[in-house]
C-alpha cells in the first residue's frame, strides 16, 4: 500500500464545477504538499499545509491532521486547470527534506 | 527572481550510452533535489544535496547513476549506461534550507527517451 493515496486518478469536468481532489496518508506528517504538474513535466508548488486551511485565487486546500486527509479545491474550473495535481507529504524521521508523492490525480476541464 | 532551470529538456538516447542533465537551482538555495518521475508515477527522489554534501542518495542506483554538485551550486546527474527503464522525467528542485517545511521549487525537467 502506497503512503500517500490520492483519489480519483482521473478526473474530468466541465468549465465551471467545483472540483475536488482527495489525498489520505498513513504516515505522521510534518507539512503536506498540493503540487500541478502540466504536460511537458514542470511542477508548481500550489499549497505547502501544516493545519487548517489555505486559499489562493479559486484554489483552496484543506487539511485534517487526526484523520491524515487532504482536500484541493477548485471553484468555477477552467480549461486552464488542466494539469496532474500531486499530493506530497514530508513524513518524521528519515533525510531532512524528503516528499513523499501520491501518484497524481489528472484533471481535464472541458469548454 | 529567475526560477530552477534544467537542460536539456528532452533527450533521446539509445540503450547502453550515457547521458548528463544539468541543473541550476535558484540563486541562495542551499538544498538540490533530483528526482525521477515514471509515466503515471509521482516522483523519486533520487539524491539530495545540502551545499555540496550528499544528505540522502539511498535511492540512487549507484552502479549506473552518479550526480555532483561540486561548488555548490549548479549539479549534473549522469547514467551510465542507460537502461529503457531509466525511460523518465528527471526533475531537479530547490530550497531554501533542508527543513521539514521547506518549500522546493521544481524545474521544467529533463525528458529522457532510451531506445
Known amino acids: 500500500k502506497n503512503e500517500v493515496e490520492q483519489s480519483p486518478q482521473n478526473l474530468t469536468a466541465q468549465e465551471g464545477e467545483f472540483i475536488t481532489i482527495n489525498c489520505s496518508y498513513s504516515v505522521g506528517i510534518s507539512a503536506l504538499h498540493w503540487l500541478q504538474q502540466h504536460p511537458g513535466g514542470g511542477i508548481v508548488s500550489l499549497f505547502m499545509?501544516?493545519?487548517g486551511k489555505k486559499k489562493h485565487g479559486r484554489l483552496i486546500a484543506t487539511i485534517n491532521i487526526q484523520e491524515k486527509h487532504s482536500s484541493l479545491h477548485i471553484t468555477a474550473s477552467h480549461p486552464r486547470d488542466s494539469a496532474v495535481y500531486i499530493c506530497?507529504?514530508?513524513?518524521?524521521?528519515?533525510?531532512?527534506?524528503?516528499?513523499?508523492f501520491g501518484k497524481g490525480t489528472k484533471l481535464s476541464v472541458k469548454p | 527572481e529567475a526560477g530552477v532551470a534544467q537542460s536539456p529538456r528532452y533527450k533521446i538516447i539509445e540503450k547502453r550510452q550515457s547521458v548528463a542533465f544539468w541543473c541550476n537551482p535558484i540563486?541562495?538555495?542551499?538544498?538540490l533535489y533530483w528526482y525521477q518521475q515514471i509515466l503515471g508515477q509521482g516522483p523519486k527522489l533520487l539524491i539530495q544535496f545540502q551545499n555540496n554534501g550528499v544528505v540522502d542518495d539511498s535511492q540512487l542506483p549507484k552502479d549506473r547513476f552518479s550526480a555532483e554538485r561540486l561548488k555548490g551550486v549548479d549539479s549534473t546527474l549522469k547514467i551510465q549506461p542507460a537502461k529503457l527503464e531509466d525511460s523518465a522525467v528527471y526533475l531537479c528542485?530547490?530550497?531554501?534550507?533542508?527543513?521539514?517545511?521547506?518549500?522546493?521549487?521544481f524545474g521544467p525537467g529533463t525528458r529522457l527517451t532510451v531506445t
Open positions: 540563486s541562495g538555495h542551499a538544498t
Open positions: 528542485a530547490s530550497s531554501v534550507g533542508g527543513g521539514a517545511t521547506g518549500e522546493q521549487y
Open positions: 506530497a507529504v514530508k513524513g518524521y524521521g528519515g533525510s531532512q527534506g524528503n516528499l513523499i
Open positions: 499545509l501544516s493545519s
